[in-house]
C-alpha cells in the first residue's frame, strides 16, 4: 500500500512540478506502530464497553484494523529499506 501511494505521489509531483518526498517507514517501525495501535485500540473497545460512550469502542475498532493493516504491511516488507 505504501507503494502505491508513493507512486500516486511521484505522478502528481510530476503533473504540479513539485518535488515531496513521503517517508518510507522500516519493517521494524511498521511492526512498533502496529503493536501500539492494538493495544491501544484494546483500551478504547474495553472503555466503550464498560462507559456509556460508544464512540470509544468504534474508534478501538478503527485501531484494531489498523493495527491489522500494519502487520499486514510489514509483512510485505522484504527488507529494512
Given at each position: 500500500?505504501?507503494?502505491?501511494?508513493?507512486?500516486?505521489?511521484?505522478?502528481?509531483?510530476?503533473?504540479?512540478?513539485?518535488?515531496?518526498?513521503?517517508?518510507?517507514?522500516?519493517?521494524?517501525?511498521?511492526?512498533?506502530?502496529?503493536?501500539c495501535n492494538?493495544?491501544?485500540?484494546?483500551?478504547?473497545?474495553?472503555?466503550?464497553?464498560?462507559?456509556?460512550?460508544?464512540?470509544?469502542?468504534?474508534?478501538?475498532g478503527?485501531?484494531?484494523?489498523?493495527?491489522?493493516?500494519?502487520?499486514?504491511?510489514?509483512?510485505?516488507?522484504?527488507?529494512?529499506?
Amino acid at each position: 500500500m505504501i507503494k502505491e501511494v508513493n507512486r500516486a505521489c511521484e505522478k502528481l509531483n510530476d503533473t504540479l512540478g513539485i518535488s515531496v518526498e513521503l517517508p518510507n517507514p522500516k519493517k521494524k517501525a511498521l511492526k512498533t506502530a502496529a503493536v501500539c495501535n492494538l493495544v491501544v485500540g484494546a483500551g478504547l473497545v474495553a472503555a466503550g464497553i464498560l462507559f456509556p460512550s460508544k464512540s470509544c469502542a468504534l474508534l478501538g475498532g478503527i485501531s484494531v484494523i489498523s493495527s491489522a493493516v500494519l502487520n499486514k504491511e510489514s509483512k510485505s516488507k522484504t527488507h529494512e529499506s
